[in-house]
């Protein structure tokens, strides 16, 4: 009777040491279908949220990272005053850029655009960082197709400020 308690206890006091392996649970895999609709509809409440405030005049910092020009990578720094893009000037130089470069991403509207064409167009990969309290994109990547190489877009938003 007691060779069985013995092994039993040894057992309990072995897999003890190691109860966080045996209890963790192992990450939820979306299928395509899921992700796209969590895609839709995180889109959907952070582009409420962004209208809500009802934000007309601010500034970022936006970088680039793709397979493109240097000068197409930034980073640059954009305003917007009463929803329009005013500027969009080199951080490091402080000098205007071309803004053909960056019109697709020179305000919050067209980032929320960006997302949607890439949910639009199956992409297959999209992960998108969101502010919490006002809503905007603070990163996105996307892999529009994982056969292809060098078609990746990663944009970072950050010094994001509201102005008068």
């Known amino acids: 009777m007691r060779l069985p308690i013995a092994i039993c206890t040894g057992l309990i006091i072995a897999l003890s040491f190691n109860t966080s392996v045996l209890s963790k649970k192992p990450p939820v895999q979306l299928t395509p279908t899921q992700q796209v609709k ?3 509809a995180q889109l959907k409440v952070f582009s409420r949220l962004w209208k809500e405030k009802d934000v007309k005049n601010y500034r970022y910092r936006l970088s680039k990272s793709c397979f493109c020009a240097p000068a197409a990578r930034g980073p640059v720094l954009i305003v917007v005053k009463d929803g329009v893009t005013t500027s969009v000037t080199s951080e490091e130089t402080g000098q205007a850029v071309d803004p ?7 305000s919050v509207p067209k980032l ?4 949607q064409d890439a949910i639009d167009r199956k992409a297959a990969s ?10 905007y994109p603070t990163q996105i990547n996307i892999d529009y197709d994982t056969q292809i190489a060098d078609e990746e877009l ?11």
Request: aromatic share 18%; charged share 35%.
């Open 38 to 40: 969590l895609d839709k």
């Open 100 to 106: 053909e470069l960056f019109k697709q991403y020179d």
């Open 112 to 115: 929320f655009a960006v997302i």
């Open 126 to 135: 999209l992960n998108v960082k969101y502010d919490a309290k006002l809503g």
């Open 154 to 164: 990663y944009l970072t938003i950050d010094k994001f400020e509201i102005i008068k």
